[in-house]
């Protein structure tokens, strides 16, 4: 199987996202310029994403009140993601800032931002001139790279050429990505983390519990797509999840399924959106929850304390 049908998942999850957004789920004001397309999906579609895109910005917010100005974040798999340009909408400071996908899916976004003046006047406002290469692009503080994340060598390469800095204290995300990875890459790459970075947190969103009839018909659909599922063995339950940090050399994990992360969002929130649209039956959005989760890990003392249930 070749990597086609994995980097199209960019295209479904971006449009996803910005299905979701055109009906109010959230606010992202970047996401239309990189997704032209919509496709109406059900309601627990949406929810669920609202559920994933609210779940792992808590973790970011954790992340930068903690890490403070030094702050970097490297995005694996980063595909249309739109977080650079709503952390700058809000202020918020980042050191550095690097996403990485294939180089296919990288040259499209570099091309998408190159033409549009509001998402380069925001990098540019930084500071000095953007590079642009077919796959890549460079400025002050946004780095987006084209490379396959199993080729470590390479990685660290272009990591370099991003200016990454190993003592500052760095968020690693990666949402719907490491499943289509071989466990012994995504081992190597955890590895070579822990082996690099003083400092870090990772937020892993994936599936989990995948071990029953829900999750052979999720599967089922992915692999249709022609996705090569990988990874997939990781993603057994929260366990299998937590496994891969500390057998990798990172301080310390948890996880809480996607059930846990949406009932202990701010209930305002999610009354907000459950209005948004109606809900034929409640089982089938728990049963969606039940099968994804966020997984962190970190390194070194600075992110032992992060949780999700005080918020
Ligand atoms: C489901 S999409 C998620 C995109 C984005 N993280 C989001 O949540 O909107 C998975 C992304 O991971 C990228 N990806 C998967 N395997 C990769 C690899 N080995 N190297 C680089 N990128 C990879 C795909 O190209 C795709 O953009």
Redesign the pocket.
Known sequence: MG?EP??A??D???EC?RGAVQLGYWQDSYITSFVKHIEKRAPEINRGYFA?VKGVERFVQKFLSKAGSLAQIV???????TLYWRLKEEGIHISNYVE???P??TSSKCYMIKRNKELLDIIHDQDGEVKFSSTDMHSGNYHCIG????NLSLLETKLQQAEVNYSSPTLF?????LV??END?VNRLLQWIASKFKSGLFIN?EMCNINDTFGDVMLGNLRARGCNLAGISSCKNIDTQKARFLLNGWQGTKAWDMVQIYYNLPACERQRIEKIEFLDEQELLIQLFQHYCICIGWLGQDFTDVNFEEC
């Open positions: 990597d994995v980097m998942t960019n479904d999850a971006s996202k994933r995005n694996f798999g980063a595909g249309y993601d990485i996908d294939f296919n899916v490379v396959d994340i199993r995300l990666a949402e719907c990505v289509y990875i890459c969103y």
